[in-house]
């Protein structure tokens, strides 16, 4: 089965603490985003990366910043939580022949 | 990218025929309709994308009016399970992605009924 991991389903974290959430994927995939999703507000998209050490801004990529070293791993850094950040992140990655996308179960970070 | 708009919410009772709509009047002829579904707590799910002809798979079927600015997913025999919220999004040709962005709206909230 194909398999998109995200390390941590639940996090709590402090204002101010710098915080990691990593993604792997076992596709071989070269797409890769991060979404936060926030009730009434559907799936946002932060950040994506097209290939190893590319990137590009989503719609909300202030607060955020990202990591591609590796085609597997897309890793999304809050430098310093802040409690609006608080939230559920969804990391997906996207199949090239169909363009059907594959999500991880997803991070529910609280930021006290 | 073309721009969605979906109905915040349905039900449907249980064994009928959920149908759900999809507008999208500023499709362009290069980009595809995908549907996505999220049961709570988990990730979105793949359901099913089309171009412009009817679509079909063990999940359910997309219909694709002929002037492609809206669509329909439709779920033949809704069970509880299929409660969930549903998000369409059209997208560029499969193979030109480039370094294309994808955005998901609200989507619609479905509700079966027992």
């Known amino acids: 089965d194909v398999k998109v991991t995200q390390s941590s389903r639940y996090l709590v974290k402090r204002t101010g603490e710098k915080v990691f959430l990593e993604c792997v994927q076992d596709?071989?995939?070269?797409?890769m985003f991060w979404y936060r999703q926030d009730p009434g507000l559907g799936l946002r998209l932060i950040y994506f990366?097209?290939?190893?050490?590319?990137?590009e801004k989503g719609d909300i990529p202030e607060g955020y910043s990202v990591s591609r070293e590796k085609k597997e791993r897309f890793s999304l850094i809050l430098e310093s939580a802040s409690t609006n950040q608080t939230s559920m992140y969804l990391c997906?990655?996207?199949?090239?022949?169909?363009?059907?996308?594959?999500f991880g179960e997803g991070s529910r970070l609280t930021v006290l | 990218d073309a721009k969605t708009t979906q109905p915040t919410s349905m039900d449907c009772a249980e064994g009928r025929a959920a149908n759900l709509p999809c507008n999208h009047s500023t499709i362009s002829g290069n980009e595809y309709v995908y549907w996505y579904r999220q049961i709570h707590s988990q990730g979105p799910q793949y359901i099913i994308h089309?171009?412009?002809n009817n679509e079909t798979n063990e999940m359910a079927s997309l219909i694709i009016t002929e002037d492609r600015k809206s669509s329909t997913l439709i779920l033949p025999h809704a069970t509880l399970r299929d409660t969930a919220v549903y998000y369409c999004i059209v997208r560029a040709t499969p193979s030109n992605f480039g370094n294309e962005k994808l955005t998901f709206g609200t989507g619609t909230r479905l509700t079966i009924i027992p």
């Open positions: 997906a990655s996207r199949q090239p022949n169909t363009g059907e996308l594959f």
């Open positions: 089309g171009l412009k």
């Open positions: 990366s097209y290939d190893v050490k590319m990137k």
């Open positions: 596709m071989d995939h070269e797409n």
